[in-house]
């Protein structure tokens, strides 16, 4: 037994964590003690910790086992990290559809999560892009699903937060690209309602676009868009060299556990105008490898370690378009009144697109995501404050990225519990299923 943190380092107790194989027998047999599938850790809340119980990595699950450039569709195991398959395929001519802010996630864990983004508007959640799974339950089962096979186990598992089984491994269709790079544009704000008309007339052209936010100074509501699409086969020459050297992953760390944060108000409110001010003078179009583009926060290996042993909150909520510029500018004051601003703050629409899984948090709408250092219960006491704004706009809280919120603010984002409590792999619990589903 050992302590395991999520990325979002707040104590944990002891756990065990043990390496599946290829069948994940590990999973089979389960007596009172429970297990929980984990991917790569990058979880920022307790949705991949199983206090007292075990952890089934699939780390050792690190295999490609077929991929078919006429159609794209790429089968791996489990273990799988995006960044390995992004490194892969891109110099073939494949990237994947949709890929979140970090590089260092399995293949199961994007499906777990049903992770989106910057491109949600354009291309929905990783989710849409499964074609089947392979599924390992406590009763010794081992199950293939899709859409047209066990297709209600399928959809439950996408965005299930690893509660239905293990997945052992995927099918996913890789989109074609013309170069491992893509055009992008800077364009500062002044407000959420700039903000709101950038993404109104840019989400027709534009494949991927997202915007950071300043929460922290009286101008807050002012940011940087940043749009961008695939660039065309003139920047495809030497790429693979260019790959090898992977601009902006993992140059620079954090080399050591601090024992307070770096993060107050002094230097949010420091990072804040000058990240502004910085991205302002630099506005306009751009050529960008995909690395800095998708993945920032990847070129600083521990980064989380900035924050100090208390570690930090990830909040991430969904609100519907209709009044949302009321909304968001309220959570915005709520945030700087309180003193505790954020480095990421990361805001962007959301499309039309039903959701992929029974229990994804993608949907339409505006959501905004921030990481607050654990400043202890004057942290806690503001994303309940958020939550009330949230609740009231018939809006959600991300799970995924959670470690904190009351059983009643999950209810009223995902109407979904009742169905998906069918699917639950009964020997399959975590810190968030036991404090947001009893058990």
């Not at 077929?66 to 990237?95: H, K």
Request: hydrophobic share 40%; with cysteine; charged share 15%.
């Amino acid at each position: 037994m050992s302590n395991l943190q999520s990325w979002g380092r707040l104590p944990v107790q002891k756990q065990q964590l043990v390496l599946a194989g290829s069948a994940a027998e590990e999973l089979v047999g389960q007596g009172k003690a429970s297990i929980l599938p984990r991917g790569l850790g990058r979880s920022y809340g307790d949705v991949c910790l199983n206090p007292g119980g075990k952890l089934l990595s699939s780390a050792a699950l690190d295999n490609f086992i077929s991929f078919d450039p006429q159609t794209g569709l790429l089968t791996a195991q489990a273990g799988v990290s995006l960044g390995e398959i992004q490194r892969t395929f891109a110099p073939q001519g494949f990237m994947l559809p949709v890929t979140p802010g970090t590089q260092f996630v399995s293949l199961a864990g994007a499906i777990a999560n049903d992770v989106h983004g910057k491109n949600h508007h354009s291309m929905g959640t990783f989710g849409d892009h499964v074609t089947s799974l392979t599924l390992v339950r406590s009763d010794s089962s081992m199950l293939e699903c899709s859409q047209e096979t066990n297709f209600d186990l399928f959809r439950a598992t996408i965005g299930g937060l690893g509660l239905t089984g293990f997945i052992t491994q995927a099918t996913i269709r890789l989109q074609p690209v013309q170069s491992p790079w893509l055009e992008t544009e800077n364009i500062p704000f002044k407000n959420v309602a700039e903000f709101l008309m950038l993404s109104d007339e840019s989400e027709s052209d534009f494949k991927y676009s997202v915007s950071w936010v300043n929460c922290a100074s009286p101008a807050n509501g002012r940011g940087i868009f940043m749009r961008g699409n695939h660039a065309g086969p003139q920047f495809k020459k030497n790429s693979t060299t260019i790959l090898r050297s992977e601009p902006g992953a993992g140059k620079l760390t954090v080399p050591f556990d601090l024992a307070f944060s770096l993060v107050n108000k002094a230097s949010v409110t420091a990072f804040n105008l000058g990240y502004y001010y910085a991205n302002a003078a630099t506005a306009g179009k751009h050529v960008s490898h995909y690395q800095p583009y998708f993945y920032p926060l990847d070129a600083v290996t521990k980064w989380n370690r900035i924050y100090g042993n208390k570690g930090f909150y990830q909040y991430q909520s969904v609100v519907p378009r209709t009044g949302g510029e009321d909304v968001l500018q309220e959570m915005l004051d709520k945030i700087r009144a309180s003193g505790q601003g954020s480095f990421l703050s990361v805001l962007k629409t959301m499309g039309d697109l039903p959701p992929a899984g029974l229990m994804s948090f993608s949907r339409p709408g505006i959501t905004l995501a921030l990481d607050f250092a654990n400043h202890g219960s004057k942290t806690l006491r503001l994303l309940d404050a958020l939550d009330e704004i949230v609740l009231a706009a018939g809006g959600a809280v991300n799970p995924s990225k959670d470690a904190r919120m009351s059983r009643e603010m999950f209810e009223a984002s995902f109407s979904n519990i009742a169905e998906f409590n069918k699917y639950r792999d009964p020997a399959i619990s975590s810190a968030m299923s036991r404090r947001l589903l009893g058990s």
